[in-house]
């Protein structure tokens, strides 16, 4: 399913990408987690994978504005 998400401040055709998350390991793609973050010694954060969501972002290549959805579904592309 391919549909176009317009930028809700200046109706532009929203791209679709990721906003990279910077470890040791090189680059992952960000994740939202419920609940509270739990320092962990070894890792930095205590997370539950199996309980963590991708995160995809929306750009606006007009005006910069950038939305996010955390979803298990696939999301509709915008201009890719």
């Known amino acids: 399913m391919n549909k176009s ?3 809700m401040r200046c109706h532009a055709v929203m791209e679709l990408g990721y906003v990279a998350d910077v470890s040791q390991g090189g ?3 960000q994740r939202w ?3 509270e973050p739990e320092p962990s010694f070894w890792t930095g ?3 539950k994978k199996d309980q963590s969501v991708p995160i995809v972002t929306l750009r606006c290549p ?3 504005y ?3 959805y955390a979803s298990r579904k696939s999301f509709p ?3 890719v």
Request: hydrophobic share 35%; aromatic share 4%; proline share 5%.
């Open 5 to 7: 998400v317009e930028c």
């Open 27 to 29: 680059y992952l793609q």
């Open 33 to 35: 987690a419920p609940g």
């Open 45 to 47: 954060l205590k997370a």
């Open 62 to 64: 007009d005006c910069g």
């Open 66 to 68: 950038l939305e996010s």
């Open 77 to 79: 592309t915008a201009s």
